[in-house]
């Protein structure tokens, strides 16, 4: 991969033009793009064949938790929209089935180890015993056992979850910070630079980028320092 490809932007825009504005500002800085629940509800489903046939990279963030069957036939859909990612939340149950219905594709299935604006008064308050760093490697164990494509967590467990995964697996981390910028709604983060040192190997940049007034410069500074830390 080359630093440009660890840069994930996700598109969290109220509409398709939104979006699509926001990709012809980014042109060719950025490759790799996040559809979440937000774009996914407004059309983004369908736009994610525009950015294919731009080239782009599709990290499809739905964050699935269901019965297996379930889990089994959206999976199987999503194999069939091309997309190189997608995440379902690492319950055991759930990342078996969906490792056997991805079974022979390339797609990358991450599981959601504990959401980046979590805290251990918030896993608290959801009724786990675990604080969120003990949660957090629990399950990203249990997804290298089951034959995930990687895991997402914050860039402040990553190199204890490096430790402890397969070697090929994907740690993709939302709660990407670089120095001086708005912590926002985000409370486990760290820098780019630092979250490439500790073992991510994919970073999730979002109101650092899209939140500024240039973002093209703003996405190439963050590639700059990922390549930097490398």
Do not use: W
């Not at 896993?123 to 003990?134: F, L, N, R, T």
């Amino acid at each position: 991969m080359t630093p440009k490809d660890r840069l994930i932007v996700p598109l969290d825009v109220p509409t398709v033009m939104a979006a699509e504005n926001l990709v012809e500002t980014l042109g060719d800085t950025v490759s790799f793009y996040k559809i979440g629940h937000q774009l996914a509800f407004a059309g983004g489903l369908n736009f994610t064949r525009e950015l294919r046939d731009m080239g782009k990279q599709i990290f499809l963030d739905m964050k699935l938790l269901d019965i297996d069957n379930t889990i089994s036939k959206g999976i199987e859909n999503i194999v069939k929209m091309d997309v190189q990612m997608t995440t379902l939340h690492a319950y055991p149950k759930a990342m078996k089935a969906a490792v056997e219905a991805a079974d022979g594709s390339d797609l990358c299935l991450l599981g959601v180890t504990v959401l980046t604006s979590m805290d251990d008064a918030d896993i608290s308050d959801a009724g786990y015993a675990d604080k969120a760093e003990d949660l957090v490697l629990r399950r990203a164990q249990q997804a290298s056992q089951i034959g995930m494509g990687g895991v997402v967590s914050s860039a402040q467990e990553s190199s204890k979850i490096r430790k402890i995964i397969d070697p090929k697996m994907a740690i993709v981390t939302p709660g990407i910070r670089p120095a001086g910028s708005d912590v926002g709604d985000q409370k486990r983060i760290m820098t780019p630079a630092d979250a490439i040192l500790a073992g991510s190997t994919h970073l999730v940049v979002g109101r650092p980028i899209t939140g500024v007034a240039d973002p093209k410069t703003a996405a190439q500074n963050v590639i700059d320092e990922i390549a930097s830390a490398l």
